[in-house]
C-alpha cells in the first residue's frame, strides 16, 4: 500500500494523485516534490488556440468597435447584429479555451506540485473577468506572467504581474493619471490608487506591514503612466507601454524612502524594493503555510519560511524547497478542505479522465460555485474552508461526485481507486464503507466525498 | 475574510430539525429585533428606473423615449398612477400597485450609490459593499450590518455569496441543484461516514435542512439556475424566511440589461417586471402572517440613459428607481428629491440625476427595521457616510 507519506505529496503538494503517480512518488515522496521545482518547462501552456495578451486585446477592440458599428446600424434588429459579429472571436471564447487548456493541463500534468504553485501565485496576483475589461486577457496574464516565474526571484514575478496588461487594467491604473502630469494638467483625470493600495496590501507586505494612506498616494503617483496602449493607440495597440504625458512628476516617498524622478523605472524600484521587505517575506510566508499546512499555520512554519525567504532575497525555489522539507506540512491528518477547484481536479485526476468536455466543465464550475479567472475580488479566492465548507455548497459536491461515478462506474473499480488516490491515509471507516458499497457507482460517490478526499 | 466567528450549525439556529422535516415554530427567531423579517432583491444589469416607476406628467420624457413609455393611466393598457404626484407604474407591475394603494409600497426615484460611473460590475460593487468607490472593501455593508444585530441568519439564494453578504457574520447559500438529487441510500451511508467529522457532517446535515426550508423547484432547474424565471427563486427566498431558516435573504436576479428592444407596455422590460411582479406576489402569499414584519428591498446598480437609443433600448445611466415594499413599510410615497428631466437637469446631459443617495434609503431600512444604531451605521456599515442621513419613517 502506498504510504500516508506519498499520499500526501501527491494529495497535499500536488494536484491529487492519477493513476500509477504515487507508485513514481513512493520510494522518495519529498525527492519527487523537489525534483518539481528545477523542472522550469513543465508548466508551460502551448495550445492552438490560444493567444498572446497583445492579439487578444487588438481582437476585443476589433470586436467592440464591430458590435458597436452594428448595433448603430442594426437599429434594434438583433439577428442583424448577430449576423455582423459572427466570425469574430468573442472575449468569452477567448477565454472559454483559456479554461479548457487549463483543465486539460492539471489533469494531465506530472508535475503537479509545480502546477499547485501555479495555481497559488496565480491567485495571489488575482486579476478577476469580474471585471469585463480583464476577460480577453485573463488567461494570458497566468500564461505570461506568472506560470513562468514560480521558482525565480519574487521581485521578478511581482514585476511581471503588476505591469503585466491584464494588472494594470483590472486595477485601474492603465487610466491613471498623474494631477500635475501633462495630461492631468490638460484634462479632468485623476489618480486612480487601487493598483498601488492591492500591491502593498495584498501582493507584498500585507495588510498589516505598517504603510500608511500617504504611501498609497506616493506609490500610486510613482506607479502613474504605466498602461496600456487602447484602440485608438497609434501603434502597438495592446501594449504596455510607459507614457510620460501621465506620469507624476517628481520625488515621491514610500515606507521611508526617497525615489526621485527617473521616468518608469521609479515604479520598478519600489517594487523591487518591497519585493525583499522583512513584512513581504512574513506575509508571503504566512500564506503559503495557510496553504500548504493549515488554517491557522503554525508560527514555526511560518519562521522557517520566512527565514528561507529573506536568505535568499526572495528565491521562490528555495522557499518552495523549505515548505517540502517542513516536518509541520507532514502531518499525516489531512486539514485542509479541498477549494471546489481541487476537488474537481482531484476527482478528474483520481479517475484518469483524460478528455473534457467544456459544456460539462462550464457547469461544473457554476454548479460547484468556482469558475477560473473570476476570482470575487483581488484578494483572491479564499483560502480557509470557511468559505467553501457551506451545506449547499457540500451538497453540490455529492450531487457532481455521484453524477460523474455513474459515468464511469462501469470502467474504474472503487478498490483500485481507493488505492490509488488515498492509500494508507484512508481511515478505516471510509475503507469500511466503500467496501461494503452496493455498486461500483455508490463505492465511487462514497470516495469522492469521503472526509479524507474532500481534504488534502 | 477572517474566520473570527466560527461556523454555527444552521441546525441549531432552526431546532432539532435533523432529518425528521421542517420546524414549525422556529425558535432562534421567536423575539426580540430578528423578528423583522428583510429581502433585499438585486436586480443586475441595471434596471431602467424611468420605465419602472415612469413620470409621466413630463413631457421631456415624450420627446427623449416616446417609444419606451406605455400609455398614461387612464388609457388602454396604461401605467397605474402613484397618487397625484405624476409618477405611474409600469402596467406589468399590477401587484406592486396594489401594495402602494394599501401603503405597503414606498419608492425612492433619481436614486444611486455614490458610483459615477456605467461598469456593471463596478456598480454593483460599489452598490453592495456600502463604500464610495470600486473595490473598497471584501465584505457588504448588509454583512456588516448583521454583526451589529442579535444574529440573525442569513442566507443567499445563489450559488456562492454576493458581496453584500460576505464577511465575519454568519450567512449560508442555496441554489436549485441542476443536477439529480443524491440518493436517499448514498445519503444515509455518507452521514454515517461522516459520524466522526462534525463539520462535514453539520454541512450536509444542514444542506437537507436547508433544502426543505427553501422547497424544491417546479419545471426547468437547469433555466432557473441561469436566472431565466425569477419566481421559483423568490418563492425558494420566501420559504427560507417563512421556515424560519433565515431571517434575512438576498436574491440575485439578472437579465434587465435593455440595450435593445426595450418595449413599452410589451417587450424585454415588460417582461422582466411581469415576473418580478409575481415574484414578488408569491412572496407575500408565501409569508402569510409574516408578511406584516417584512420588508423587501429592490435595488439596481444604476438607472438608465433617458434618451432611447439607436437599437430601441437605453444605454447605461446614473440616477435609478429603488422599491420598499412589505408589510412593515410605511409606504404610498415617493421618497427623496425629483430633478425632473429639463436639459440642465439631467446629468451628464444623459440620465437622470442621481439626486437621491441610496445609502439613505438602506440605512433607515437597517435602523428602524433592523434596529442597528446611527453610530454603527455612520462608521462601521456605510464608512465615511456620516452625512447621510437614515431616510425616516420608513416602517
Given at each position: 500500500?502506498?504510504?500516508?507519506?506519498?499520499?500526501?505529496?501527491?494529495?497535499?503538494?500536488?494536484?491529487?494523485?492519477?493513476?500509477?503517480?504515487?507508485?513514481?512518488?513512493?520510494?522518495?515522496?519529498?525527492?519527487?516534490?523537489?525534483?518539481q521545482?528545477?523542472?522550469?518547462?513543465?508548466?508551460?501552456?502551448?495550445?492552438?488556440?490560444?493567444?498572446?495578451?497583445e492579439?487578444?486585446?487588438?481582437?476585443?477592440?476589433?470586436?467592440?468597435?464591430?458590435?458597436?458599428?452594428?448595433?448603430?446600424?442594426?437599429?434594434?434588429?438583433?439577428?442583424a447584429?448577430?449576423?455582423?459579429?459572427?466570425?469574430?472571436?468573442?472575449?468569452?471564447?477567448?477565454?472559454?479555451?483559456e479554461?479548457?487548456a487549463?483543465?486539460?493541463?492539471?489533469?494531465?500534468?506530472?508535475?503537479?506540485?509545480?502546477?499547485?504553485?501555479?495555481?497559488f501565485?496565480?491567485?495571489?496576483f488575482?486579476?478577476?473577468?469580474?471585471?469585463?475589461?480583464?476577460?480577453?486577457?485573463?488567461?494570458a496574464?497566468?500564461?505570461?506572467?506568472?506560470?513562468?516565474?514560480?521558482?525565480?526571484?519574487?521581485?521578478?514575478l511581482?514585476?511581471?504581474?503588476?505591469?503585466?496588461?491584464?494588472?494594470?487594467?483590472?486595477?485601474?491604473?492603465a487610466?491613471?493619471?498623474?494631477?500635475?502630469?501633462?495630461?492631468?494638467?490638460?484634462?479632468?483625470?485623476?489618480?486612480?490608487?487601487?493598483?498601488?493600495r492591492?500591491?502593498?496590501?495584498?501582493?507584498?507586505?500585507?495588510?498589516d506591514?505598517?504603510?500608511?494612506?500617504n504611501?498609497?498616494?506616493?506609490f500610486?503617483?510613482?506607479?502613474?503612466?504605466?498602461t496600456?496602449?487602447?484602440?485608438?493607440?497609434?501603434?502597438?495597440?495592446?501594449t504596455?507601454f510607459?507614457?510620460?504625458?501621465?506620469?507624476?512628476?517628481?520625488?515621491?516617498?514610500?515606507?521611508?524612502?526617497?525615489y526621485p524622478a527617473?521616468?518608469?523605472?521609479?515604479?520598478?524600484?519600489?517594487?523591487r524594493?518591497?519585493?525583499?521587505?522583512?513584512?513581504t517575506a512574513?506575509?508571503i510566508?504566512?500564506?503559503?503555510?495557510?496553504?500548504?499546512?493549515?488554517?491557522?499555520?503554525?508560527?514555526?512554519?511560518?519562521?522557517a519560511?520566512g527565514?528561507?525567504?529573506m536568505?535568499?532575497?526572495?528565491?521562490?525555489?528555495?522557499?518552495?524547497?523549505?515548505?517540502?522539507?517542513?516536518?509541520?506540512?507532514?502531518?499525516?491528518?489531512?486539514?485542509?478542505?479541498?477549494t471546489?477547484?481541487?476537488?474537481q481536479?482531484?476527482?478528474?485526476?483520481?479517475?484518469?479522465?483524460?478528455?473534457?468536455?467544456?459544456?460539462?466543465?462550464?457547469?461544473?464550475y457554476?454548479?460547484?460555485?468556482?469558475?477560473?479567472?473570476?476570482?470575487?475580488s483581488?484578494?483572491?479566492?479564499?483560502?480557509?474552508?470557511?468559505?467553501?465548507?457551506?451545506?449547499?455548497a457540500?451538497k453540490?459536491?455529492?450531487?457532481?461526485?455521484?453524477?460523474?461515478?455513474?459515468?464511469?462506474?462501469?470502467?474504474?473499480?472503487?478498490?483500485?481507486?481507493?488505492?490509488?488516490?488515498?492509500?494508507?491515509?484512508?481511515?478505516?471507516?471510509?475503507?469500511?464503507?466503500?467496501?461494503?458499497?452496493?455498486?461500483?457507482?455508490?463505492?465511487?460517490?462514497?470516495?469522492l466525498?469521503?472526509?479524507?478526499?474532500?481534504?488534502r | 475574510?477572517?474566520?473570527?466567528?466560527?461556523?454555527?450549525?444552521?441546525?441549531?439556529?432552526?431546532g432539532?430539525?435533523?432529518?425528521?422535516?421542517?420546524?414549525?415554530?422556529?425558535?432562534?427567531?421567536a423575539r426580540g429585533?430578528?423578528e423583522?423579517?428583510?429581502?433585499v432583491v438585486?436586480?443586475?444589469?441595471?434596471?431602467?428606473?424611468l420605465?419602472?416607476?415612469?413620470?409621466?406628467?413630463?413631457?421631456?420624457l415624450?420627446?427623449?423615449?416616446?417609444k419606451l413609455?406605455?400609455?398614461?393611466?387612464g388609457?388602454?393598457?396604461?401605467?397605474?398612477?402613484?397618487?397625484?404626484?405624476?409618477?405611474?407604474?409600469?402596467?406589468?407591475l399590477?401587484?406592486?400597485?396594489?401594495?402602494?394603494?394599501?401603503?405597503?409600497?414606498?419608492?425612492?426615484?433619481?436614486a444611486?450609490?455614490?458610483?459615477?460611473?456605467?461598469?456593471h460590475?463596478?456598480?454593483?460593487d460599489?452598490?453592495?459593499?456600502?463604500?464610495?468607490?470600486?473595490?473598497?472593501?471584501?465584505?457588504?455593508?448588509l454583512?456588516?450590518?448583521?454583526?451589529?444585530t442579535?444574529?440573525?441568519?442569513?442566507?443567499?439564494?445563489?450559488?456562492a455569496?454576493?458581496?453584500?453578504?460576505?464577511?465575519?457574520?454568519?450567512?449560508?447559500?442555496?441554489?436549485?441543484?441542476i443536477?439529480?438529487?443524491?440518493?436517499?441510500?448514498?445519503l444515509?451511508r455518507?452521514?454515517h461516514?461522516?459520524?466522526?467529522?462534525?463539520?462535514?457532517?453539520?454541512?450536509?446535515?444542514?444542506a437537507?435542512?436547508?433544502?426543505?426550508a427553501?422547497?424544491?423547484?417546479?419545471?426547468?432547474a437547469?433555466?432557473?439556475?441561469?436566472?431565466?424565471?425569477?419566481?421559483?427563486?423568490?418563492?425558494?427566498?420566501?420559504?427560507?424566511?417563512?421556515?424560519?431558516?433565515?431571517?434575512?435573504?438576498?436574491?440575485?436576479?439578472?437579465?434587465w440589461?435593455?440595450?435593445?428592444?426595450?418595449?413599452a407596455?410589451g417587450?424585454a422590460?415588460?417582461?422582466?417586471?411581469g415576473?418580478?411582479?409575481?415574484?414578488?406576489?408569491?412572496?407575500?402569499?408565501?409569508?402569510?402572517?409574516?408578511?406584516?414584519?417584512?420588508a423587501?428591498?429592490?435595488?439596481?446598480?444604476f438607472?438608465?440613459?433617458?434618451?432611447?437609443?439607436?437599437?430601441?433600448?437605453?444605454d447605461?445611466?446614473t440616477?435609478?428607481?429603488?422599491?420598499?415594499?412589505?408589510?412593515?413599510?410605511?409606504?404610498?410615497?415617493?421618497?427623496?428629491?425629483?430633478?425632473?428631466l429639463?436639459p440642465?437637469?439631467l446629468?451628464?446631459?444623459?440620465?437622470?440625476?442621481?439626486?437621491?443617495d441610496?445609502?439613505?434609503?438602506?440605512?433607515?431600512?437597517?435602523?428602524?427595521?433592523?434596529?442597528?444604531?446611527?453610530?454603527?451605521?455612520?462608521?462601521?456599515?456605510?464608512?465615511?457616510?456620516?452625512a447621510?442621513?437614515?431616510?425616516?419613517?420608513?416602517?
Open positions: 500500500m502506498h504510504s500516508i507519506q506519498t499520499m500526501i505529496a501527491t494529495n497535499r503538494f500536488g494536484l491529487g494523485a492519477r493513476p500509477g503517480e504515487a507508485a513514481e512518488a513512493n520510494a522518495d515522496p519529498r525527492g519527487w516534490l523537489l525534483a521545482i528545477d523542472t522550469a518547462g513543465s508548466s508551460r501552456l502551448e495550445n492552438d488556440g490560444l493567444e498572446g495578451s492579439q487578444s486585446l487588438v481582437a476585443w477592440y476589433a470586436f467592440q468597435s464591430a458590435r458597436r458599428r452594428a448595433t448603430k446600424e442594426s437599429k434594434g434588429d438583433e439577428e447584429v448577430r449576423q455582423a459579429l459572427s466570425g469574430l472571436t468573442t472575449p468569452r471564447e477567448l477565454v472559454a479555451r479554461i479548457a487549463r483543465a486539460s493541463f492539471a489533469i494531465s500534468t506530472n508535475a503537479p506540485f509545480r502546477e499547485r504553485l501555479v495555481r501565485w496565480a491567485n495571489h488575482t486579476v478577476s473577468t469580474t471585471r469585463n475589461v480583464v476577460v480577453p486577457v485573463a488567461g496574464f497566468e500564461r505570461e506572467a506568472i506560470r513562468p516565474r514560480v521558482t525565480g526571484h519574487f521581485f521578478e511581482l514585476h511581471a504581474a503588476e505591469t503585466h496588461p491584464a494588472m494594470l487594467l483590472y486595477l485601474d491604473n487610466q491613471s493619471v498623474g494631477p500635475n502630469s501633462t495630461l492631468g494638467r490638460r484634462r479632468d483625470r485623476g489618480l486612480n490608487e487601487n493598483l498601488a492591492e500591491i502593498l496590501e495584498l501582493h507584498t507586505v500585507g495588510v506591514g505598517g504603510y500608511t494612506q504611501d498609497v498616494t506616493a500610486a503617483r510613482i506607479l502613474t503612466g504605466w496600456v496602449a487602447g484602440p485608438r493607440a497609434p501603434k502597438s495597440r495592446g504596455v510607459f507614457d510620460e504625458r501621465r506620469h507624476e512628476p517628481g520625488t515621491h516617498t514610500v515606507l521611508g524612502t526617497r527617473v521616468g518608469g523605472e521609479q515604479a520598478v524600484r519600489v517594487l524594493d518591497l519585493s525583499v521587505r522583512p513584512e512574513r506575509f510566508a504566512t500564506k503559503l503555510a495557510r496553504h500548504f499546512i493549515a488554517d491557522q499555520p503554525p508560527e514555526s512554519a511560518i519562521d519560511l527565514k528561507a525567504f536568505g535568499s532575497d526572495g528565491h521562490l525555489g528555495t522557499v518552495s524547497a523549505e515548505l517540502v522539507r517542513l516536518k509541520e506540512a507532514w502531518a499525516e491528518q489531512p486539514v485542509k478542505f479541498k471546489p477547484e481541487e476537488f481536479v482531484s476527482t478528474l485526476r483520481g479517475l484518469g479522465v483524460e478528455k473534457l468536455r467544456l459544456r460539462e466543465l462550464r457547469a461544473t457554476a454548479s460547484l460555485g468556482q469558475t477560473p479567472f473570476s476570482a470575487p483581488p484578494a483572491g479566492w479564499p483560502d480557509h474552508a470557511d468559505a467553501w465548507l457551506g451545506p449547499d457540500v453540490k459536491r455529492l450531487e457532481w461526485a455521484q453524477a460523474l461515478s455513474a459515468r464511469v462506474g462501469n470502467r474504474v473499480d472503487p478498490r483500485v481507486m481507493l488505492a490509488e488516490t488515498l492509500g494508507a491515509a484512508a481511515g478505516q471507516t471510509t475503507r469500511r464503507m466503500v467496501n461494503g458499497a452496493d455498486s461500483r457507482e455508490q463505492g465511487l460517490t462514497l470516495i466525498m469521503a472526509p479524507e478526499f474532500q481534504r | 475574510m477572517s474566520s473570527r466567528h466560527s461556523r454555527r450549525s444552521f441546525i441549531r439556529m432552526m432539532a430539525a435533523g432529518w425528521a422535516g421542517l420546524i414549525p415554530a422556529p425558535l432562534a427567531f429585533p430578528s423583522q423579517k428583510l429581502m438585486v436586480l443586475r444589469g441595471a434596471l431602467d428606473g420605465g419602472a416607476v415612469i413620470p409621466y406628467r413630463e413631457s421631456r415624450y420627446d427623449l423615449r416616446r413609455v406605455p400609455p398614461k393611466p388609457e388602454k393598457g396604461g401605467a397605474l398612477p402613484l397618487g397625484s404626484e405624476g409618477f405611474a407604474l409600469h402596467p406589468a399590477g401587484g406592486m400597485h396594489a401594495s402602494w394603494r394599501e401603503g405597503q409600497l414606498a419608492i425612492l426615484h433619481a444611486s450609490s455614490p458610483y459615477r460611473e456605467r461598469s460590475f463596478d456598480g454593483q460599489v452598490l453592495e459593499s456600502g463604500g464610495v468607490e470600486v473595490l473598497a472593501s471584501r465584505d457588504g455593508w454583512n456588516r450590518a448583521l454583526q451589529h442579535d444574529g440573525i441568519e442569513a442566507a443567499a439564494v445563489a450559488g455569496l454576493p458581496l453584500l453578504l460576505r464577511g465575519d457574520a454568519h450567512a449560508v447559500t442555496w441554489a436549485p441543484s443536477l439529480p438529487e443524491p440518493d436517499d441510500d448514498t444515509g455518507l452521514m461516514m461522516y459520524e466522526d467529522d462534525e463539520p462535514l457532517h453539520a454541512a450536509l446535515q444542514d437537507q435542512a436547508l433544502d426543505r427553501a422547497g424544491g423547484i417546479e419545471g426547468d437547469r433555466g432557473v439556475a441561469r436566472g431565466r424565471s425569477y419566481e421559483p427563486l423568490m418563492q425558494a427566498g420566501a420559504n427560507l424566511v417563512a421556515s424560519g431558516a433565515a431571517g434575512v435573504v438576498v436574491l440575485s436576479l439578472g437579465g440589461d435593455t440595450h435593445r428592444n426595450q418595449g407596455q417587450g422590460l415588460a417582461a422582466r417586471l415576473q418580478l411582479d409575481r415574484g414578488l406576489a408569491a412572496v407575500r402569499e408565501t409569508l402569510g402572517d409574516m408578511w406584516s414584519r417584512t423587501v428591498l429592490v435595488v439596481t446598480e438607472g438608465r440613459t433617458v434618451r432611447v437609443n439607436g437599437s430601441l433600448g437605453t447605461h445611466g440616477g435609478g428607481a429603488a422599491l420598499l415594499v412589505g408589510g412593515a413599510v410605511k409606504g404610498g410615497r415617493i421618497l427623496g428629491d425629483w430633478p425632473g429639463a440642465s437637469a446629468f451628464e446631459n444623459r440620465d437622470l440625476y442621481p439626486a437621491n441610496l445609502r439613505g434609503l438602506f440605512k433607515g431600512v437597517l435602523r428602524d427595521h433592523l434596529g442597528v444604531s446611527r453610530g454603527d451605521l455612520d462608521r462601521y456599515v456605510f464608512p465615511g457616510s456620516k447621510v442621513a437614515p431616510l425616516s419613517g420608513l416602517v
